[in-house]
């Protein structure tokens, strides 16, 4: 059904919540994990502009990316790692097209409106871009 999983990180405790709840759908239907992390901060934003180097904070950022794939990968899982550069909505939406994804499973916030409002939802934003489905787990 779903052969290959795009699950976005944003490198904080919520990934641990939707790997979890996407680990024994991905071993049902055999999919490949492809894992994607999205630096926005202002050096990813401008790196291919100005040909920048990548910054300590997405080199951190490519080695945690690399770390969960291995983590996945010896429990017998295939995987991918991405680290896109960008706003995070766009590059989410972007990739799941790109690495050929069946599923977008991630972690939101369960922010409240006004919040989403002022700051933005990446979860909201993939949910409109998407052209495959959205699996939304709200953190715990």
């Keep these: 059904m779903y052969s290959r999983i795009l699950i ?10 939707i790997i979890e709840y996407v680990r024994p759908l991905a071993r049902m239907c055999g999919s490949t ?24 904070e997405m080199r ?7 770390q969960v794939a291995a983590e996945m990968a010896a ?3 295939q995987t991918e790692a991405i680290l896109a ?16 994804c069946g599923l977008i499973a991630m972690a939101t916030h369960g922010h409240k409106f006004f ?6 939802s990446v979860a909201n934003e993939v949910r409109h871009r998407s052209l495959v489905p959205v699996l939304l787990v709200r953190k715990k």
């Design 60 to 66: 951190d950022d490519r080695a945690y990316l690399e």
């Design 115 to 120: 919040a989403d409002l002022w700051r933005g």
């Design 75 to 77: 429990e017998g899982f």
């Design 33 to 56: 994990l492809v894992f994607i992390h999205v630096a926005d901060g202002w050096a990813a934003r401008n790196i291919s502009q100005l040909q920048l180097r990548e910054s300590d």
């Design 85 to 100: 550069t960008g706003d995070p909505g766009t590059e989410i939406a972007l990739a799941a097209t790109r690495e050929s």
């Design 8 to 17: 976005p990180l944003e490198h904080s405790a919520a990934d641990a919540g």
